[in-house]
């Protein structure tokens, strides 16, 4: 089964936004089986859009559109697929849809502008998808023996219509051959360290492949299996498996898993509770830890002591170690790791100070200079450990290693791996 | 002058790696007035990319690829390049061209692998592009009234090439027309009613153009002026002093500014500080503030009190308001506020308690139901405002619209904007 995929809008042919659409519906299109053969990017133009409809209509199997079903005047996918597909017909507007739209505007507070009524509208023979989350109605439609799809822009909108929506839609069987493929995410190593201990892992010829990139800090492996579904799968599960073992401890887990999501299970499984004292992330990591759902389960909440005198009201960090050693020091992320844990009776405290810059660098503290306190409760004694870390980066890059430092040395000291073990930048006594 | 660009890789086509590439270019372009009319990405395939460049370059003036230029068996933009330009006849092998890579690698302390030869092939009749930051030589040629440019996908050196080289060769000058784009924001505003606002400044027929697009809740006003340097600049900041106008007092920055930062331009213009009391949002409205540079400025820091514990012990908030009204209440909001503003002395606070899901929904607090709190110190008197409000979304969309909406609601008190201006998802009494 073969599918191509339309990204629909000015602001991405002016440059101003990266699609990311097109790139998430081919990876689940390919678990899938399905092969894109093509993505194209076109503005805002009825007659370019209903031309390219037609044309890759009579190549593919699946055509997927993005964008376009806003409730504006540049909004034209609705009337550019009837151009393609009921040439010379009207759309027809849907009085359900309607009344839905209506319901949705009620629930959220307001009335419905009237210019949003052209979002009920559809061509005909074609069925509208609900959108629970917004006001971008999908549509369903076929060109041929073409299946086509119009979804909204929005991820968020669009992400869950195709899962839920387009994917069970699918007439012909996707073939027995599929492509799956698994991330596995490392933190605190470096890519040529991660690359290394994977050796012939990611030799090019391999079958599964294995590629290495590196976001936002996070290492990932990706693998890649062909073939049929069960043998493709259990290759891949053997590599993943494989490169677990090799990247450990590092590895924090695979697809959507998040560093806070691992060390929630963690804190969730032994029934034990996390605090957080943030200077220089101001509230990141806390927010990191709330991203995931449920963290109520361990995370009694926390301070942003962004100012001395907040450090001192509310986390009893002496004046003292202030003056004498500074905000960013070592005896500070104690101090705060310590307050933190008896502010909120915690069994862990997550302590960060440090400079994220543009400004506050001085000769001995450097840009990058981030102490990470990780304070513990072990039977009825407090005990803190201290590291110090040389992050390099802009502002937003220092405070993002700071706080995915911090997760890592928690779920280290979770899992009983020593305290001192390597961590990416970390500086060493 | 009219461009295409086509992006060559099979990462791309199966949504492992997100094309920035395409946007980046034109961007450029449309800056020196040269209009990119369609975007494909395909894989690595000899027969499809060749066929493609056939069809577009027929189409357009200019056509630039980018990928494919590496040394492995996967990268055949060569190959398909020269079955487009020249079909039926081989590439050459540029004599200076394999001394350069056997520089480039003597100087990056190794030989040069056999592999690497490839890359100094090209088709019959094209030119060679220099590559001073790795490998990939680009390519030059022609086919028909079109100019082919062939550029290395790696960004670092794909950037450079063109800017250096492929603008510098195109022969008809670009345009003495530019394209200019500006990008308002506003946040509290619908699409539908930030479109009726504008008006007939959004007909499709006007110059400059107007689009608009909601991208995390952020209402996006794109403008487009095309022209003559001088009157493009100048018809686009009158449409930019338009927008502005029209979507007062919601609009709060263009380009790359964000909410947190026009709210601190305000205090630090007034010389005043904030604190927040953040539960469900778990630190991510104190993460907004700093990621500003300078936030400390006007940020003392704030509380993450997720726990009813630490409402009372941190915020004093009475433990008789949280059993009568529960945590996400009026009450409780108000008085975190004011237990934030006593607890950090500062002037302005904002508290957010309210259910984010997926979990705490109850029949009357629905999953979105949130409750912001603005407290701000009126000559010595302390001032509460609460508004409610009924976020649609999952758990993300919830909180983020949460820390947005306080960042809006400060911003208008500290415009003298009446507390009750209408804000979307806010609830009316």
């Given at each position: 089964m073969r599918a191509a995929i339309i990204s629909i809008g000015d602001e991405l042919m002016l440059g101003q936004t990266i699609d990311t659409n097109a790139a998430w519906l081919s990876a689940e299109l390919a678990a899938r089986g399905i092969v894109t053969i093509e993505h194209r990017t076109i503005g805002d133009d009825r007659a370019a859009l209903g031309e390219t409809v037609r044309r890759l209509a009579s190549k593919v199997d699946l055509l997927i559109l993005t964008g376009g079903l806003g409730p504006t005047a540049d909004d034209l996918t609705r009337e550019a697929l009837a151009d393609a597909l009921t040439p010379g017909q009207a759309l027809v507007r849907d009085a359900a849809a309607v009344a839905q739209l209506e319901r949705w505007f009620s629930t959220h507070g307001s009335g419905m502008p009237k210019?949003?009524?052209?979002?009920?509208d559809h061509p005909q023979g074609t069925q509208l998808l609900a959108n629970p989350h917004g006001t971008a109605l999908g549509i369903a439609g076929r060109l041929g023996a073409c299946q086509v799809f119009a979804l909204p822009g929005p991820p968020a909108e669009m992400m869950p219509m195709l899962l839920e929506q387009v994917l069970p839609a699918l007439e012909r069987p996707a073939s027995s051959d599929v492509v799956l493929t698994e991330a596995v995410h490392a933190y605190g190593l470096g890519e040529s360290a991660g690359a290394e201990r994977l050796g012939s892992l990611m030799d090019r010829g391999r079958e599964p492949l294995v590629g290495t990139t590196v976001s936002e800090s996070i290492l990932t492996a990706r693998i890649v299996a062909r073939g049929p579904q069960a043998s493709a799968r259990r290759e891949l599960d053997r590599t993943i498996a494989v490169v677990k073992q090799k990247w450990h401890p590092y590895v924090f887990g695979c697809a959507n898993g998040s560093l806070a999501s691992a060390v929630g299970e963690l804190l969730r499984a032994g029934g034990r509770t996390l605090t957080t004292a943030e200077s220089c992330t101001g509230g990141l990591l806390g927010k990191m830890i709330v991203?995931?759902?449920?963290?109520s389960d361990y995370y009694l909440g926390g301070w942003v002591t962004y100012t001395n005198e907040l450090k001192q009201s509310c986390l009893a960090v002496p004046e003292a170690v202030l003056t004498e050693?500074?905000?960013?020091?070592e005896p500070t992320a104690r101090a705060m790791a310590e307050g933190a844990l008896q502010a909120s009776g915690a069994d862990y405290s997550l302590a960060i100070t440090g400079i994220a810059g543009?400004?506050?660098?001085?000769p001995d503290k450097r840009l990058g200079t981030v102490f990470i306190g990780l304070g513990q409760v072990i039977e009825g004694n407090v005990r803190v450990a201290v590291r110090q870390f040389a992050f390099p980066g802009d502002r937003w890059a220092v405070r993002d290693r700071s706080a995915k430092s911090a997760l890592q040395m928690l779920r280290f000291t979770l899992l009983g791996?020593?305290?001192?073990?390597h961590l990416l930048w970390a500086v060493h006594p």
């Open positions: 210019s949003n009524l052209k979002q009920a991203d995931v759902a449920g963290s050693h500074g905000a960013v020091s543009p400004d506050g660098e001085t791996v020593l305290d001192d073990t």
